[in-house]
């Protein structure tokens, strides 16, 4: 099976099947970037790497998050350059830069749709954005909040920004909002500071004339290195959203700008993020070696949709785990993980921290 064939299936599929391809799909991607990118196989010849001797998917080579900001990464020609995508700023100001030709583009937006429809549906859903409406976008180039509303924004329709100019409640818009559609599914997306700030710690309930959002899916992600100041993980973060507005549905998803469509959802049963079958995880110490189920360490992540870039393999600063021995049906699909925060005095990569 070809990469392009692979990349039609369903987004969760029995772990056997996913067994027997990705491995030879994503070593044949790091060979044809090796071959049409001249700054990935100048790194790869630094490192003296032979594809040929490589039968294992944890020997494959990686890149870091960091190198992007350093060089530029491309396998495709300037002119055929579609987009750029770029991270948040860092402290030096630097930001990864990240190419795309118009398929791999493309490729990101129909990959991403696959796995968010089968948490959501296949009906486009009103949309409640958590932040304020952002006028003049560069359509050539994007950073990582642009990217993400962008892509997400395929699912939603009826598209409402809940801040106004001032970055304040729209509390007059948001009850005709609610008028309109809360009494049927409407879909809820933000970073997860974003949702903390406008759910969680300003949003009045008593200016809402229709205070509940039962029929509400809540989608967010990253910006948790924000949330480090406020002392709530995850489960805090969904008791009190669920207690204060009775939204049921809340997927946390973790993605990268640099993997930008190949994100992971957080499983509703059990918590863990899941791998589709676009993505995988390995999990590796401090000395680089590849960490046992159950251990934690720093979080490889694999993609196949990097194709006009080689990000198909990068070392994040982020901290995780393979569930050992999960017993959720989610596992059926392969692994599953948890994320810890990332490792302490790290740079702030800028990506999810929005």
Not at 122 to 134: E, T
Not at 255 to 280: K, P, R, V, Y
Not at 303 to 311: E, F
Request: net charge positive; charged share 25%.
């Amino acid at each position: 099976m070809n990469l392009l064939n692979y990349l039609d299936l369903d987004p969760y599929i029995a772990k056997e099947l996913k067994e027997k391809f990705f491995f030879k799909l994503i070593k044949s991607l790091c060979i044809y970037h090796y071959k049409n990118s001249s700054n990935y196989k100048k790194l790869m010849n630094l490192q003296s790497v032979n594809f040929d001797k490589i039968k294992l998917i944890e020997q494959l080579p990686y890149l870091t998050t960091n190198i992007f900001k350093e060089i530029d990464l491309l396998s495709i020609s300037k002119k055929n350059i579609f987009k750029i995508l770029r991270s948040s700023g860092t402290t030096d100001n630097k930001t990864s830069k990240i190419f795309l030709d118009k398929k791999n583009s493309n490729l990101q937006v129909k990959i991403l749709s696959k796995i968010i429809k089968s948490f959501l549906g296949k009906v486009r859903l009103p949309m409640i954005i958590l932040d304020r409406k952002i006028d003049g976008i560069n359509r050539k180039e994007f950073n990582a909040k642009i990217a993400a509303y962008n892509g997400f924004s395929i699912f939603g329709k009826e598209y409402f920004f809940l801040l106004n100019a001032n970055n304040q409640i729209d509390y007059e818009q948001l009850n005709e909002f609610l008028k309109k559609n809360n009494s049927k599914p409407f879909f809820i997306f933000g970073f997860t500071s974003n949702a903390y700030k406008c759910l969680i710690k300003d949003l009045d309930i008593k200016k809402i004339n229709y205070p509940h959002f039962s029929s509400a899916y809540l989608i967010h992600g990253g910006g948790w290195k924000k949330m480090e100041k406020y002392k709530i993980n995850n489960l805090k973060f969904n008791s009190i959203i669920k207690k204060k507005l009775k939204i049921k549905k809340i997927i946390n998803y973790y993605g990268l700008i640099e993997q930008t469509g190949s994100i992971f959802l957080e499983c509703e049963i059990c918590s863990n993020f899941i791998c589709s079958a676009f993505s995988d995880v390995l999990i590796r110490d401090y000395d680089l070696n590849i960490q046992e189920e159950g251990k934690k360490g720093f979080i490889q992540i694999f993609s196949l949709l990097p194709i006009s870039y080689p990000g198909h393999i990068i070392l994040t600063e982020d901290i995780g785990a393979i569930v050992k021995n999960n017993k959720c049906k989610c596992s059926k699909f392969g692994k599953v993980f948890k994320i810890f925060g990332r490792v302490e005095k790290s740079e702030l990569r800028g990506c999810s921290d929005v």
